[in-house]
Antibody
Framework: EVQLVESGGGLVQPGGSLRLSCAAS????????MNWVRQAPGKGLEWVSY????????YYADSVKGRFTISRDNAKNSLYLQMNSLRAEDTAVYYC??????????????WGQGTLVTVSS | EIVMTQSPATLSVSPGERATLSCRAS??????LAWYQQKPGQAPRLLIY???TRATGIPARFSGSGSGTEFTLTISSLQSEDFAVYYC??????????FGGGTKVEIK
């Protein structure tokens, strides 16, 4: 069974840092591009970041550029999101999700269950 | 950035009736459009990709259509488990990948 399991969320003060992890299983992790998508409480979905299968290509949403860093460890079947200089508006459930196609044009499937990040003093 | 606009924001439908959800892109996205379903407290689930291809395990009552800038998700006969929020997403021109604001399908 293909599975993505996020961890690392929690309560952090504004300006603080947090590192999210996503453990992948049931597929050849090193062959797939991965993404982080977030959802603020009661709001819609917002794409955060993308990383290619090798880790050589990375993109960020403007809202997190310069503060967040996506990375992966293919030997550990894991995806990460290092979040620095956190703001109240970063409060959200963060989902790890896989590109389901090997082409540039790809949708997201599957999704992890999400991990909640709360930025508050 | 391509802006995705979904309408209506809320759709009230009786069980067994048809539901029609719309998604509009600010620029053409060809057929590079996906639909997701999200129930309260759950992660989104892929329903449709390529504008009209059902994902594995998705019932035939879900269908997608459209290309360019206008897209539709149709649920032919609503079941109790279909009441949820639905999002469209374009993956033609990115970064950034963009989602619509969602349509909540509620029981009438």
């Amino acid at each position: 069974e293909v599975q993505l399991v996020e961890s690392g969320g929690g309560l952090v003060q504004p300006g603080g840092s947090l590192r999210l992890s996503c453990a992948a299983s049931g597929f050849t992790f090193s062959s797939y591009e991965m993404n982080w998508v977030r959802q603020a409480p009661g709001k819609g979905l917002e794409w955060v970041s993308y990383i290619s299968s090798s880790g050589s290509t990375i993109y960020y949403a403007d809202s997190v550029k310069g503060r967040f860093t996506i990375s992966r460890d293919n030997a550990k079947n894991s995806l990460y999101l290092q979040m620095n200089s956190l703001r109240a508006e970063d409060t959200a459930v963060y989902y790890c999700t896989r590109d389901d196609s090997s082409s540039w044009y790809s949708w997201f499937d599957p999704w992890g269950q999400g991990t909640l990040v709360t930025v508050s003093s | 950035e391509i802006v995705m606009t979904q309408s209506p924001a809320t759709l009230s439908v009786s069980p067994g009736e048809r539901a029609t959800l719309s998604c509009r892109a600010s620029l053409s996205v060809s057929s590079y459009l996906a639909w997701y379903q999200q129930k309260p407290g759950q992660a989104p689930r892929l329903l449709i990709y390529g504008a009209s291809t059902r994902a594995t395990g998705i019932p035939a009552r879900f269908s997608g259509s459209g290309s360019g800038t206008e897209f539709t998700l149709t649920i032919s006969s609503l079941q109790s488990e279909d009441f949820a929020v639905y999002y469209c997403q374009q993956y033609n021109s990115w970064p950034p990948l963009t989602f619509g604001g969602g349509t909540k399908v509620e029981i009438k």
